[in-house]
């Protein structure tokens, strides 16, 4: 009988009474209507909600851990600080959620809907995000991701500013638009993954691999490449300006269009890249491997290059001064 209770109640009488406290714990909540609920704080572990409709639902702070949640909506829901530690969560749908600081470590979330979710301060440690939709996702530096699964998953347009991913593995994912400016990603490797107009901006990326990836206008300012794995990428039009790559490796790269103004690429290896159309105005090559790559109209104004290959740019098309930039760095008003 009390098992049946819920049918004796209506949603907001039910979810009152799950607010209370006062439901038996063999009591579920399976495909219950509870959208636009009001359960902060509301402690329900270990209950079943298989298909509930949690939409725009306030679960501010509750615990949720150990409950099954299988197919559970909760688009649009306030979920800050809330506990799914145990839960069972899979295809869940999370769109637009805000789970700031929610416990969510070693879940099973392969499939899951977290489109525009807020996933800031949020603990996703050894999570399993195989094929989730991260879309539009926001993460920051609080945001635990330590031994977690990014694989075949989509990230286009996510806002992961500052996050620590150093280390990680990411393969197939589409991070298309994603912003990672001033993150952590020293020693990631990015395999088959497509970084069109990713930002990088000022991220520390010693170490890491983008071996054969797609970053076509992605965007590298100021960051450290200190030793990264470029080999060939395809970077058309890709931004360097200003980014510290000694050692780097871009041999085979595709950078047609790139810009490494003012860069510091020492030691890097640039053996077979495609250099056409590049700006390389005031950057540092020196001992740099430019061995075989194509020349054609790329700007060489005052940059710094072995003197043998200097000779092969120009006699492949390079242009050694830009007249235009000379006029602008030699004005005196």
Known sequence: MEKNLKDLLSPEEFALALQAGALPPEVNGDRMALAGARLEGAVLSGRSFRGTDFRNADLTGADLSGCNLEGAVFAGAAMAGADLYGALLRAGDFSGADLTGGRLQKQRLAGANFHMADLSGADLSGADFS????????????????????????????????????????????????????????????????????????????????????????????????????????????????????????????????HFRLAEMSGANFAGAVLRRADLSRANFHNADLSGCAWAEANLHLANLPRPDLKAALAAGAYPTDLDLAKAEDFVP
Not at 189 to 208: E, H, I, N, P
Not at 219 to 240: M, P, Q, W
């Open 131 to 258: 094929g989730a939709d991260l879309s539009r996702t926001s993460m920051d530096e609080y945001t635990r991701l330590q031994g977690g699964v990014l694989a075949g998953c989509s990230a286009k347009q996510a806002a992961w500013r500052k996050v620590n991913l150093a280390g990680a593995f990411l393969s197939g994912i589409d991070f298309s638009w994603a912003e990672f400016d001033g993150g952590n990603l020293a020693g990631a490797r990015f395999v088959d993954c497509s970084l069109a107009v990713a930002c990088f901006d000022r991220a520390r990326l010693s170490g890491a691999s983008f071996a054969g990836c797609f970053g076509v206008h992605a965007s590298f300012i100021g960051a450290e490449l200190i030793g990264a794995d470029f080999r060939r990428a395809v970077l058309k039009e890709a931004n360097f300006t200003g980014s510290r790559g000694s050692g780097a490796i871009f041999a085979g790269a595709v950078l047609e269009g790139a």
